[in-house]
């Protein structure tokens, strides 16, 4: 099964006044992150989709395994659906499922993206508390009816217009939903990890006391 996935990185960080991608994240850059959470659960390749700040990503990936770069040349005048349009008609022929997530959202599990990467359902979303988050997963078979789309509402209007119905998978992972488009978001993201690691470290050792 060859997973494809498109990573959105070209915008312009306007709101953050860093640019996202490259912000750190654990001592290294969140896109990074990112892209070593898609690669260990198992996705075959990803298309990084830059645009502003180009070469500092290219220079940035340039030993990551499976990872392809599409610039978007007009990032600074085009929407997000159109820099996803340019990393879709990159995805290669053999692939037959593609997950799709923007760069700002960079601590998704990596257990989330192997359960979106492996389903069967033509179109499929993670959800945590009842809403809906990324990576988006869809059968590769879906892929023209994106690429041809040109109504209103970008991704969100593409998707809904697709002839299926959407599946929902619900996940232990609070990272689905939270983006960093502002400085408050990134030390709210970066606050969040550190107490998400302290409920997993304590649950772990409550079972531990309990196997005991």
Do not use: W
């Not at 989709?49 to 990872?67: I, M, N, S, Y």
């Amino acid at each position: 099964m060859h997973i494809c996935a498109v990573v959105a990185a070209a915008g312009l960080s306007s709101r953050m006044g860093s640019f996202k991608p490259l912000l750190p994240i654990d001592g290294q850059p969140a896109v990074i992150r990112l892209l070593h959470t898609l690669h260990a659960a198992g996705v075959s390749q990803t298309i990084l989709v830059t645009g502003f700040r180009h070469v500092d990503l290219e220079r940035a990936c340039r030993c990551l395994p499976d990872v392809m770069l599409a610039y978007n040349p007009d990032f600074a005048h085009t929407q997000m659906f159109d820099s996803i349009r340019l990393g879709l008609t990159a995805v290669p022929h053999i692939c037959s499922r593609i997950l799709f997530i923007p760069a700002d959202v960079p601590l998704v599990s990596q257990k989330t993206v192997h359960s979106l990467a492996h389903t069967t359902a033509p179109l499929a979303y993670p959800s945590y508390l009842r809403r809906c988050g990324h990576p988006i997963s869809l059968n590769a078979a879906l892929l023209p009816s994106l690429l041809h789309y040109n109504g209103s509402n970008g991704l969100r209007g593409a998707l809904r217009s697709l002839p299926v119905e959407p599946v929902y998978y619900t996940v232990d992972d609070p990272f689905i939903r939270m983006d960093m488009d502002t400085p408050a978001d990134y030390h709210a993201l970066l606050r969040r990890k550190q107490a998400f690691l302290k409920e997993n470290h304590y649950a772990a050792q409550d079972q531990h006391v309990e196997l005991s």
